[in-house]
């Protein structure tokens, strides 16, 4: 395969670069670890392919030379820019969090607070998602409270109804959750037909998405292309804003 198709198989996509068709010519010729990633793909910018795929990507505006993007780890199809993707990505699970609790017949669903934490780790700082960033640790920290606080804005009420346990369970695997031992415990509770008037949930942000940012930080960037600047910095800018974010959920039942 050349660099004008990305291949059918995720696991190979879990990161893609475009570059120009300058650009990857002066890789072939550097000989760069980017050809041997296995589960980075190259794609050329101008790429002519009309693949469901690539007219996603294309009608996203994400076809741009220097782009990096990280594929979704709730729909192998959807991508993000490295920039954004934490973000993005976070919402998307809010979302999925918010819809699978409807299907089991939720009353309300709530944040309690949001915190953000060291690798390690080590919570910094918490708050509500009112609560200006006060945890310090310089501008980085700040902003990536500011964007996820955005991001991640989750209030939801329901209607009273019956739980859709057979949808419910289809959901969970169409966006592949059936590995999260909590919300498998919550459906087979109510599988089960245990009543459940409130559950408290730590729901992580980023945990998924940051197994397919790790393989970006792994990367070793090309010396001899036009965009290794912007590169860079795009990579610094990246791992300043790398942080874990927890949610402390309340979902109320009827």
């Not at 609560?131 to 991001?151: C, D, F, I, V």
């Not at 329901?158 to 859709?164: L, M, S, V, W």
Request: contains cysteine.
């Amino acid at each position: 395969m050349g660099y004008n198709s990305l291949p059918q198989e995720p696991e190979k996509r879990r990161v893609i670069m475009v570059f120009s068709r300058v650009d990857l010519k002066d890789l072939e010729l550097e000989g760069s670890e980017l050809f041997r990633k296995e589960q980075v793909s190259l794609l050329e910018a101008s790429t002519t392919e009309n693949s469901p795929l690539v007219e996603k990507l294309r009608g996203s505006g994400l076809l741009n030379p220097g782009s990096v993007l990280i594929q979704s780890p709730y729909d192998p199809s959807n991508y993000a820019d490295a920039l954004d993707a934490s973000y993005a990505f976070a919402q998307a699970k809010c979302v999925h969090f918010a819809t699978l609790c409807g299907l089991l017949a939720a009353r309300k669903v709530s944040v309690k607070q949001m915190e953000i934490q060291t690798a390690e780790s080590q919570t910094i700082f918490s708050g509500n998602l009112n609560t200006p960033y006060g945890g310090g640790g310089g501008e980085g920290r700040r902003r990536a409270w500011e964007r996820m606080k955005k991001a991640v804005s989750l209030e939801r009420e329901y209607g009273e109804g019956e739980p859709k346990l057979d949808a419910a369970r289809a959901y969970l695997s169409k966006h592949q959750w059936l590995t999260d031992a909590h919300l498998n415990s919550f459906l087979d509770l109510r599988e089960a037909g245990i009543p459940i008037e409130t559950e408290n949930f730590s729901v992580s942000l980023t945990k998924e998405s940051e197994k397919n940012l790790k393989i970006v930080f792994s990367l070793n960037l090309p010396q001899n292309i036009a965009m290794n600047a912007d590169l860079k910095a795009q990579f610094e800018q990246i791992k300043k804003e790398s942080y874990e974010f927890n949610l402390d959920v309340i979902v109320q039942f009827w």
